[in-house]
Structure formats: structure tokens, C-alpha cells
């Protein structure tokens, strides 16, 4: 068995870790996976920098934001860092306190962030813009992870933040608002590893994909369905039966749940970098892809899956 030490943000958007785990399809393929849990991008990229684990489950801006030298930990420029797996469109929603409901009425109000300048900061505000606000109408305060933008908007901290599901659904059950949704091609949330590692390991990152791609496939089977509900309620805090069971057609949605062939998707990339390349301090057009992810090794994955078949 391979030791693998792969860094997360808590959350429900784990589930095929949960259930790779839980049903041997990491160790099916030679893998023993360590979860480690992260308070926040600026954590997650300076341990991924000094190699403190091997593989991050984190959203592809990060990854993006890094490699450009824009990153808010004090690390400098990562070229070493990219995406090699394409795990979700972020499952977004833009969540407020109970007395907020347009977006527009966050005119003047503090919204919560993992980091400014990373992550889903440049998402946000390109749905305030969508609805009126430009920068200067609210303020920006880092708070951490999703876990701790969740906790503080429960007790009243600051007026809304981005929360993946199923933290909406949680922050829906605890009085809050949900006020809109990221629509449209996003790459949210992707396996990422440093290059080197990469390199030197590439029937492990293969192996990671297909127990990650066979893990998604499983949730998917209707028939899995109150065993995969099971898993994420006890992996999740607060979770209850009947949340866990609202969050399976919102995260196995077959349009826009979990991408079921586990590829980075250009379309959502090209967004991504759009988006940074508007809202980035240090304004210039990011126009080169490849950069930032490599579909090499979910190449050799499937190789090996058709090739078993």
C-alpha cells in the first residue's frame, strides 16, 4: 500500500473521498489515503509548497492564482503547482443573514472570504457585479475555509458569504438566506499536486483518478443511494438524515453534480480565467491553459480502465 496524504476543506463536496475510502477503491488500487483537513487556502497552498502532503482538493483558482505569483500566503510564484483532476462546478451559492433578500441589499454590508486575491473571491464578485454591486459598495473580510465562513455567518459575524453545498442547505436549515447561485461552466473544486511529485509518481496520481472516478460512479447507482447518504452524515458535521438526503440530488444532480469522468473541464477553466485575469490586483490577460492543469494523468487512467475492460 502507497501512503497518500491528500489536504482538504471540510465538507460535503467529499463525498467521493468518503466513499473511496470507506469502500476500498483507494486500497483497491494500491493506495492507503490520509484525509488531512485545511482552515484555509493560504494553509493548503504554503503545506502543498513545502510538500508537507501529496495531493490538494482544492478549488482550481488556487491553483491558478499560485502558479501567476498571486497568491496571498507569502510563497511566491508555484509553478510546480496544477490540477489533474476535475472534480465539480464548485456547487456555489451566494448566503446571507436572514435580514438580506436581493443581493443588492449587501450595499455597504462586510462579506466573508476564504482569501481576497483566491479561491472563489473573483466568483463573488462577479455575481455582485451581475447584480449591481462593484467593488467599493461592500466590504471584503477573510474569515477561513467554508467551515469557518459557515460558523461565523450562523453567529451573526458578517452579512453573506459563498458556501458550497450542501453548507447551504445546512445555513438554509439555520435561518439564513439563499440569494443566488453560480450558474453556468465553472471548474471548481480539482485534484492538484506539485509537478515534480507528479512526475516522479504517475501510476499513483493514475491510480488516485480511478478510485476518485469509480467512488463518483457508485454514487451515482440509485441503488447506493441510502448507504451513500449514510457515509456523508457521518462524515459531516450537523448533518442529519433527512439533510443528507436533500444533498443527494443537488451534489449527484445528473446536469451539473459531480463530473462523473473526473477531467478538468476547459470550459470552466476558460471562465476561471477570466475571471482573474478582471479581478486580479495585478491586472493581465491569462490566456494559456496549460499552465495550470495537465490532462496526462487522467489519460493513463482511463488507459488502464480500458484496457481492464
Not at 492564482?65 to 472534480?87: D, M, N
Not at 456555489?92 to 481576497?116: E, H, N, Y
Not at 491553459?289 to 494523468?297: L, V
Request: proline share 6%; aromatic share 10%.
Amino acid at each position: 500500500m502507497s501512503p497518500l496524504r491528500v489536504n482538504v476543506f471540510p465538507g460535503g463536496f467529499n463525498w467521493p473521498l468518503f466513499v473511496a475510502i470507506e469502500k476500498g477503491l483507494f486500497a483497491r488500487e494500491g493506495i492507503a489515503v490520509e484525509l488531512q483537513a485545511t482552515t484555509g487556502s493560504m494553509a493548503q497552498m504554503t503545506d502543498l509548497a513545502h510538500q508537507n502532503f501529496e495531493i490538494a482538493m482544492t478549488g482550481f483558482d488556487n491553483i491558478v492564482a499560485y502558479v501567476e505569483g498571486q497568491g496571498e500566503a507569502p510563497i511566491g510564484a508555484q509553478p510546480e503547482f496544477f490540477a489533474f483532476l476535475g472534480s465539480d462546478d464548485s456547487f456555489l451559492s451566494l448566503v446571507a443573514q436572514p435580514d438580506i433578500s436581493r443581493p443588492v441589499d449587501l450595499r455597504g454590508r462586510a462579506i466573508s472570504v476564504d482569501a481576497a486575491t483566491t479561491g472563489y473571491a473573483f466568483a463573488l464578485f462577479d455575481m455582485l457585479h451581475s447584480a449591481g454591486l462593484e467593488e467599493g459598495d461592500y466590504a471584503v473580510v477573510k474569515v477561513g475555509g467554508m467551515a469557518q465562513r459557515f460558523a461565523d455567518l450562523c453567529r451573526g459575524g458578517n452579512a453573506a458569504t459563498l458556501l458550497s453545498a450542501p453548507y447551504d442547505l445546512l445555513a438554509q436549515q439555520a435561518g439564513l438566506r439563499v440569494l443566488a447561485r453560480l450558474d453556468g461552466p465553472y471548474q471548481g473544486n480539482v485534484g492538484a499536486a506539485r509537478r515534480g511529485w507528479a512526475n516522479s509518481n504517475p501510476g499513483l496520481v493514475a491510480a488516485y483518478i480511478r478510485a476518485y472516478v469509480e467512488a463518483v460512479r457508485w454514487l451515482y447507482d440509485p441503488a447506493n443511494r441510502p448507504e451513500a447518504c449514510n457515509i456523508l452524515g457521518r462524515h459531516v458535521p450537523a448533518m442529519t438524515p433527512e439533510l443528507a438526503a436533500a444533498s443527494y440530488p443537488v451534489l449527484l444532480d445528473p446536469r451539473c453534480g459531480f463530473f462523473r469522468d473526473g477531467r478538468v473541464q476547459e470550459e470552466g477553466v476558460e471562465r476561471v480565467l477570466r475571471l482573474r485575469s478582471r479581478y486580479a490586483a495585478e491586472r493581465r490577460v491569462l490566456s494559456d491553459p496549460s499552465k495550470y492543469f495537465d490532462h496526462h494523468y487522467w489519460e493513463l487512467a482511463r488507459a488502464r480502465n480500458a484496457g481492464k475492460r
